[in-house]
Nanobody
Framework: QVQLVESGGGSALAGGSLRLSCAPSGFTVSTFSMGWFRQAPGKEREAIAAIEKYGRTSYADSVKGRFTISRDNGKNILYLQMDSLQPEDTAKYYC????????????????WGQGTQVTVSS
């Protein structure tokens, strides 16, 4: 069955960087639109980055200019490069795949990973 496994989370200091990876099984990353979400305790899940199957990317204002979504089609991995990290970036990060519809300007995805924790301290 289709699975998405996130990795690369951990701790970083404010101003530091981390790169998250999402390794799917059951499909090729270039086949579907994919995205990254995050959720902190007590907060709503936030869509932060997306890449369409043809390569166009988009970002939430909260991360634009600091985070970069990309994919390595050869390795079949989706990445989220996070630079200039801030404490407010602390959250559990999830990758998702196959945007099937747009609701209130955000993709609704079919497949989801289990998430990886990112903690940023000042």
């Amino acid at each position: 069955q289709v699975q998405l496994v996130e990795s690369g989370g951990g701790s970083a200091l404010a101003g530091g960087s981390l790169r998250l990876s999402c390794a799917p099984s059951g499909f090729t990353v270039s086949t579907f639109s994919m995205g990254w979400f995050r959720q902190a305790p007590g907060k709503e899940r936030e869509a932060i980055a997306a890449i369409e199957k043809y390569g166009r990317t988009s970002y939430a204002d909260s991360v634009k200019g600091r985070f970069t979504i990309s994919r390595d089609n050869g390795k079949n991995i989706l990445y989220l490069q996070m630079d200039s990290l801030q404490p407010e970036d602390t959250a559990k990060y999830y990758c998702a795949a196959r945007c099937t519809a747009m609701v209130a300007g955000t993709c609704e995805y079919t497949y989801w990973g289990q998430g990886t924790q990112v903690t940023v301290s000042s």
